[in-house]
């Protein structure tokens, strides 16, 4: 039989449970993600969802490629998501998801800011951040500008030039179609005000 220390300790954590659940699903997290950050029954947070969305969540796996991140313009997003988490963990101090979440918050912001499309979703970034906890995937330093990118774990630092300073061919060969003069396929020309900035306490990162 339960006390009432214990019973009011439980309601705590049930609201907290509760507000933590409402703040993931208003930042577009699937059921699968909020069922793994708090200790409510599968209908609680299936309900919770379709309450606050007014729909039914989509069906199907949640993302699981980690070299998605790698390409061309995700690896822009993730770097950027993965250096403002790095800070939000490491300078201000936000543990687990309380980092994932305020760092998702500024991401969201500044694409807003920027009147930029969110090409990497929460329940994408969530992904992000485990498959780097799982050693999957890392932010490495690039030698020819400074900026952190996400990489494959292990990644030859040797070796390893971001997609900025080396844009795919494939990139390049659509710039140097739509502009013959040969100055304007430096990586800075392709993508203008783009160049990795450096932000107050984040060292480089991407300004996307
Ligand atoms: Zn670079």
Redesign the pocket.
Known sequence: MKTTAQTARSALQDASDTQLAIELIGLGARPQVVEAEVALSRSRVYRLYRELTGGSPPKGMLPFSADWFVTWRPNAHASYLLSVHEYMQQRAGLPGIRAVLNSYRVYAEHMKTNNEECLISFTRFWTLVRFCEGGLLQLST??????R?VTHAHEPLASF??????PPSRVRRSVRRETPDAAANT?AAILPNRA?VAMPGFGMVPAL
Do not use: A, E, N
């Open positions: 690039c030698p020819c500008c400074g900026g990118f030039i971001c997609t900025l300073c080396q990586p990795p």
